[in-house]
Nanobody, 123 residues
Framework: QVQLVESGGGSVQAGGSLRLSCAAS????????MAWFRQAPGKEREEVAY????????YYADSVEGRFTIAQDNAKNKLYLQMTSLKPEDTAMYYC????????????????WGQGTQVTVSS
């Protein structure tokens, strides 16, 4: 059974940095995509970044472009999200997701989800 476990969330002041990690286990097949989503109270879930493994391409939402970096460590089966220049509007629960059901990454229709890690940015 595939499991995704996020870590690295916390509380920081605006302008600070955090690195989120997602540890994946139980895989018996190749993945097409892995992504980071976030959801703030009262707001829709937002896909903030993904990696498309077939081409190695990455995507970032406009709201995080230039501040967040998604990266993978295949040897450790981990996905990371390096977040810098954090803003109060980045406050949300962050989720790791793997294996898009659609074959493309810009979707929230993923097979596997982590439990989330909270990021709180104060002004």
């Amino acid at each position: 059974q595939v499991q995704l476990v996020e870590s690295g969330g916390g509380s920081v002041q605006a302008g600070g940095s955090l690195r989120l990690s997602c540890a994946a286990s139980g895989y018996g097949h190749s993945r097409n995509c892995m992504a980071w989503f976030r959801q703030a109270p009262g707001k829709e879930r937002e896909e903030v970044a993904y990696i498309y493994f077939i081409t190695g391409s990455t995507y970032y939402a406009d709201s995080v472009e230039g501040r967040f970096t998604i990266a993978q460590d295949n040897a450790k089966n981990k996905l990371y999200l390096q977040m810098t220049s954090l803003k109060p509007e980045d406050t949300a629960m962050y989720y790791c997701a793997a294996d898009s059901k659609r074959g493309y990454c810009f979707t929230d229709d993923y097979n596997y989800w982590g439990q989330g890690t909270q990021v709180t940015v104060s002004s």
